[in-house]
């Protein structure tokens, strides 16, 4: 499919356990984010990446860990979920040669629970 | 320490008036911003933007303007329809940078 996608889009795990969430993008983009959106915090930046290899903390990156090994894939993992990563996930990407600058292309989201 | 603050988490509107919604940056150094766009169980979707050598955009029923000495942006939507019922994002970015910073979002509500 073109465009920006995020799997799984539900997802129910236990505290302690690692999680994944996948994002992938058909633009090439350079620029991939991710995000987290909870009550009365708006969407914060947990993970940037400017290009594959190169990647860097946002606002909130404590208990996430990423890779870029692809321009088109940007992987999120929780490596031991607590229940304050209960949230709804976002990946977007943007192309710095885009006409808006920091113009954001949003997937569709990822809805975790960890109980 | 919240740097771009939406600070009316909701707002009614009748059909055909004009909704405004506001935004306030304390970041300095920020100097381009964008209004977002989301409806339930998707991605926020860019609406509009701004840089902070201009004081109004327009696009379509879409203005936003910029009020640097005060810090405050808004997004005026006229007229308002029920298909604009949504959550809007303000965010800004610096010197360039490609990454955003968000505001906490203000719930729309359109009413026929």
């Known amino acids: 499919d073109a465009g920006i996608t995020q799997s799984p889009r539900y997802k129910i795990t236990e505290t302690g356990r690692q999680v994944t969430l996948m994002c992938h993008q058909t633009w090439s983009h350079s620029y991939m984010f991710w995000y987290r959106q909870d009550l009365g915090h708006g969407l914060r930046l947990i993970y940037y990446?400017?290009?594959?290899?190169?990647?860097d903390k946002g606002e909130v990156p404590d208990g996430y860990v990423v890779s870029r090994s692809k321009t088109e894939n940007f992987p999120l993992t929780l490596e031991s979920a607590t229940r304050s990563q209960t949230s709804v996930y976002f990946c977007?990407?943007?192309?710095?040669?885009?006409?808006?600058?920091?113009?954001?292309?949003f997937g569709p989201g990822t809805r975790l629970t960890v109980t | 320490d919240q740097q771009v603050k939406q600070n009316s988490p909701s707002l009614s509107v009748q059909e055909g008036r004009i909704s405004i919604l506001n935004c306030d940056y304390t970041?300095?150094?920020?100097?381009?911003f964008l209004w977002y766009k989301k409806y339930p169980a998707e991605g926020p979707t860019f609406l509009i933007s701004?840089?902070?050598?201009?004081d109004k955009n327009e696009d379509g029923r879409f203005t936003v303007f910029l009020n640097k000495s005060a810090k405050h942006l808004s997004l005026h939507i006229v007229p308002s329809q029920p298909g604009d019922s949504a959550v809007y994002f303000c965010?800004?970015?610096?010197?360039?940078?490609?990454?955003?910073?968000f505001g906490q979002g203000t719930r729309l509500t359109i009413n026929p």
């Open positions: 970041n300095s150094m920020f100097d381009y």
């Open positions: 977007a990407s943007s192309d710095p040669r885009g006409q808006s600058r920091g113009e954001q292309y």
């Open positions: 990446s400017a290009a594959a290899d190169i990647t």
């Open positions: 701004i840089s902070s050598i201009k």
């Open positions: 965010a800004a970015s610096d010197q360039g940078a490609q990454k955003l910073v």
